[in-house]
């Protein structure tokens, strides 16, 4: 019986490995032609790939809202492909308590805008020279300002050109008997504004839009720097860190110092502002974006924050994939844009952004979500792959629109994520690119027979 048993093991085992024989070699077929046994010759799928689609694409200027964005940006820089650029920014205040009065014989000691700093880009060895504006016209929350929005300012420095360098990573201070535990930047104005605020009516502390009909707020702003340069990214609202603090104390005591806290809130009305001297920029940089020679964009695509610069991207053939095919369907099973790094930028100040944006454009210059985008980041992408080098998107259901002409080929517009509160850029490889990887759409479909 233990033999039988055995013998029976033995050709049990001898048929699965015939079985499994079998079906390793049917693996080996392609993709293109697994199953087509199982339909008729009339309704064969054969699946092509391409990734040799024209496209047409150029760099154009950006213009963007900035009103109370993430971050408040101060500093300046000077890129050696993007020129120079100033990040300023206006904002109002609040009193921290109402009905403040500061006693009988009050005497201001100094005044500081305190500023936490919730990041950083390019060199923060470079020194900077800050100026702070008092402004002569008031902010409205409900209005909407862009990167070149400017609103008039007194003609007095109340930082009188204070000099300072970043410490974006000095996460204590010790300032009098305080300890801060963040990142900061302490701008000293000027005491003609601390007595202006200290002397105020009690009546101009009882609500804060009665304050600000007094004090309309601050314009700050950096000088351009010859070299290098860095951006920080100003915390505004953060109340725990970020004040205008009044120092000052009663005549007849001295030795009792007393400050009071001017706040930003999400409440009050703040905006960023750029000011760009592209001119400065590279000669590829300037024949593309100001001289408009828009076919260099083949060669190489230019994007930037701060209301700076983005890409027109287009596939102008989509509309006639179809145009010989005869009682077919064409499916795209997925379509992926590659946009590969230029090693233009070696610079390691100046790192790659994590995040990018890709819209349709409307026939009147308006933009729109694209389908792909409402299947999630997982699928859409959009995030900088640092391993290798490059930004993918799938837009896979807008190709498809495309080619089944469901929408005007306008084209797309490609830029940086956070582009209002952000510091970074990058040049990507254009579809005619020089260097190994360029631009190009990697497009995966299907002929279906009726």
Not at 38 to 67: G, K, M, Q
Not at 306 to 314: D, E, F, L, P, Q
Not at 357 to 381: H, K, Q, R, V, W
């Amino acid at each position: 019986m233990m033999k039988k048993h055995h013998s029976t093991a033995l050709i049990h085992l001898a048929l699965m490995i015939g079985t499994l024989a079998l079906a390793f070699a049917s693996c080996k077929k392609s993709p293109e032609t697994i199953g087509n046994n199982l339909i008729s010759e009339n309704n064969y799928i054969a699946v092509y790939h391409t990734d040799t689609t024209e496209i047409v694409c150029h760099s154009y200027f950006d213009s963007i809202a900035t009103s109370n964005a993430a971050s408040a940006l101060l500093g300046a820089m000077k890129d050696p492909v993007f020129g120079t650029t100033e990040a300023g920014f206006y904002t109002q205040f609040r009193p921290s308590v109402a009905g403040q009065s500061f006693g009988n014989n009050p005497v201001m000691d100094s005044l500081v805008l305190q500023l936490c700093i919730s990041g950083y880009y390019g060199d923060t060895m470079t020194m900077q020279t800050v100026h702070a504006y008092a402004l002569t016209d008031s902010l409205m929350v409900d209005s909407t300002y862009y990167s070149y929005t400017s609103v008039a300012t007194e003609n007095i420095d109340q930082a009188n050109s204070y000099h300072f360098w970043p410490h974006p990573k000095t996460k204590v201070h010790i300032i009098g008997t305080d300890t801060v535990t963040q990142p900061i930047i302490r701008v000293p104005l000027s005491q003609e504004l601390g007595n202006y605020l200290m002397t105020l009516d009690t009546s101009a502390y009882s609500r804060p839009d009665l304050f600000k009909q007094h004090f309309k707020g601050l314009y700050l702003t950096c000088d351009p720097v010859s070299t290098n340069g860095a951006i920080s990214y100003i915390n505004l609202t953060n109340n725990s860190y970020t004040l205008l603090q009044l120092y000052y104390h009663d005549a007849a005591t001295p030795e009792k110092p007393m400050r009071y806290n001017f706040y930003v809130t999400s409440s009050d009305a703040y905006f960023n502002h750029f000011d760009h001297d592209y001119t400065q920029g590279s000669p590829e940089f300037v024949s593309q974006l100001i001289d408009g020679q828009e076919a260099l964009g083949q060669s190489a695509l230019f994007l930037q924050t701060m209301g700076g610069v983005r890409a027109w991207v287009k596939f102008p053939n989509l509309g006639h994939w179809t145009d010989s095919l005869e009682g077919c369907h064409l499916v795209v099973n997925e379509a992926k844009l590659i946009l590969p790094a230029s090693t233009m930028l070696t610079d390691s100040i100046y790192k790659a952004p994590s995040n990018f944006i890709l819209l349709g454009f409307n026939a009147d210059s308006t933009t729109y979500l694209l389908p792909d985008y409402y299947e999630g980041t997982g699928y859409f992408g959009g995030t900088y792959s640092t391993s290798n080098q490059e930004v993918m998107f799938r837009v896979t259901e807008y190709v498809q629109s495309m080619i089944m002409e469901k929408k005007e080929n306008v084209g797309l517009s490609l830029g940086i994520n956070g582009a209002a509160y952000n510091a970074n850029r990058l040049v990507i490889n254009g579809p005619e690119s020089n260097e190994m990887e360029r631009m190009r759409l990697e497009v995966t479909y299907s002929i279906v027979n009726e």
